[in-house]
């Protein structure tokens, strides 16, 4: 079948989707992103992916967040994404912001993984490659290496920008104390951090506890939120058992283990508090990562067109009343 050529919806930028400044930075980043951790890589259908790709543009996203290792296998989402870069998205290469990211496991031997400038210098040649860029708009170091010198590493993110290969740079997962001296290294070097990206959503609070939040603010760095549906399990998903095409039973990183009769019980309440509100479980998640400005964007992960659509809607309601936050508080604490 020859696929028709792609035009993006002329509307994309008036149709609901709102942008948020990252940081004190000159970037303005859609409150919801798309990530490509699952559902593009080799084993999954490019068409369902294209499909998601388009519909995501076509709404105003314009943050497609990547890893070299997303797959399975490794390197394949970015050969999904270079795919469609090529097929779709090229004429409007300047209305899209791409990360990407090393220091994950990705090809075998000493130099292979970590936060050597080795790897993540020959890590971003690689996804350039394979997602068919001249340069990512922002590169993360994709975790905190204990074992390589830390000026080692920021040193390889302050080149990358040098170089012209990524025109930010960004923190993903590091502890609190380590991100502390990375973001003062990196502004001394004139490559301020833009981003940090750590995991959280109404059932992982550690930005938050940890102080992780307040500190990428007061660095003037923007704070994106990864799996902030705790990987489907703030949906409908799993309230009714655990569906054959799910990411718990595909086998991925969401392991059923998870699904402990105390979660279930609170996503169930969750649930029938999103319903009050008029919103699904996942609307109301999203929502409620959005509610005040501590986060710059969510990026989502979805299998499907219809969940993205589900997800987009979160943005028209992103106000809790006290009462409602109190009841999710009373909800989580059990
Ligand atoms: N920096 C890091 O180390 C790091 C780590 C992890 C992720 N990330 C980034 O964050 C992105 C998002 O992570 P994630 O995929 O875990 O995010 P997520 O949004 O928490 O979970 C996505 C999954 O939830 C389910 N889902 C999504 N929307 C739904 C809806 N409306 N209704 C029902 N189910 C829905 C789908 O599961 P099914 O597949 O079961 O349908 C989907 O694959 C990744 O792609 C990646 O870019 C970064």
Redesign the pocket.
Known sequence: MIESVYSPDENRYVCGMKYRRAGKSGICLPEIS??????FGGVDTLANGRRILHYAFDHGITYF???DN?GPPYGSAEETFGQVMKSSFRPYRDELFIST?AG?DMWPGPYGNWGSRKHLMAGLDQSLKRMNLEYVDVF?S??YDPETPLEETMQALVDMVRQGKALYVGL??YPLDVAAWAYVYLKAHDVPCLLY?G?Y?LLVRDPEKQGILAQAMENGAGFIA???????L????YLDGI?D????A?G??LKKEALTEEVLRKVKALNELAGQRGQ?L??MSLAWLLKDGLVTSV??????V???A??LKALDNTCFSEEELRRIEEILEG
Do not use: C
């Open positions: 798309l990530g490509l951790w699952h559902n967040d990547l890893a997303y990211k994950h993360y994709h975790r993903s997962k990206q995991r959503s990864f799996s902030p549906l705790a990987q489907g703030l949906t409908s998903r569906p095409d799910s990411r718990i595909r991925g990183f699904t996942a609307e990026i989502v992960g979805a299998s499907s219809n969940q993205l589900d997800n």
